[in-house]
């Protein structure tokens, strides 16, 4: 699977993919469906070409969770993606995990 650069991605890359599902690979041995919930512009200055933009997951968690780390985004059109996911908290169907391209 080719892997993806972050530095190449802009919020056009994930839309089409909203409310698919990816598969995240918090650590070599756990791999977990997540659904891309939402894909959201960041208002506001920045020195690359790109503007701002966060992608937010949802997976199946209810009661534990991973810590802030490098994951990686795996996805059969988009391959492999390297993001910083930081998680957000439950709502009522699971865990959230957010990426925030700046």
Known sequence: METTSSELLHSSDFEPYLNQVF?????????????LINVTE????????????????????KTEYFRQSVCILQHPVKGEVPVFLVPLGLDEEG????????
């Open 23 to 35: 598969q995240i690979r918090f650590t070599v041995e756990i791999t977990l469906p997540a659904e």
């Open 42 to 61: 960041i208002p506001g200055y920045t020195t690359v070409d790109r503007k701002p933009f966060s992608i937010l997951f949802r997976t199946a968690q």
């Open 95 to 102: 865990m959230r995990y957010e990426a925030v391209f700046s």
